[in-house]
């Protein structure tokens, strides 16, 4: 059987760093029909799809190339897989290295996906691509507004 940190290492590997996104379902659970029984939540309270997470990859790639994904730090506790991951790849447009961090919470059934949920750094990744101000999460903090 497939170990928790396997499984986790598997779908960065394969999905991430591969760009295999068509291998996106067999990493997860298929439950009385459904090919996933969680929430990937790229957005709080929002559950979603294996085909939105292609979606979600597909416009990473068009963005940054060469990702590679280190697991800093796991914690396992029952069904239950927790990540911090440290994203590493270069701009497109320039080739400049960008650093992204993102945690995950994954339930793993069987060597397979159950649940997930990601906290993916989305202001310093955007901040690197130069599509976000400098210090954006800094001014955030100190009540300013992005217009």
């Not at 996104?21 to 439950?31: L, S």
């Not at 960008?98 to 919470?105: F, I, K, P, R």
């Not at 310093?124 to 217009?147: I, N, S, V, W, Y």
Request: net charge negative; aromatic share 12%.
């Amino acid at each position: 059987m497939t170990s928790k940190n396997d499984t986790l290492r598997n779908w960065y590997a394969t999905v991430w760093e591969g760009g295999e996104f068509d291998a996106i379902p067999g990493f997860f659970v298929n439950e009385g029909g459904n090919s996933y029984s969680g929430g990937y939540a790229l957005l709080p309270d929002f559950a979603t799809a294996p085909g939105e997470l292609k979606e979600w990859l597909t416009i990473l790639s068009t963005l940054v190339t060469g990702i590679r994904v280190n697991i800093l730090h796991t914690i396992e506790e029952g069904d239950w897989i927790s990540a911090m991951l440290e994203i590493t790849c270069q701009r497109c447009d320039t080739g400049a290295d960008v650093t992204a961090y993102q945690q995950v919470s994954m339930r793993i059934v069987n060597g397979k996906i159950a649940e997930s949920y990601p906290v993916f750094d989305f202001i310093r990744f955007f901040e690197q691509l130069g599509q976000l101000p400098p210090d954006t999460h800094a001014l955030l903090l100190t009540g300013a507004c992005l217009k």
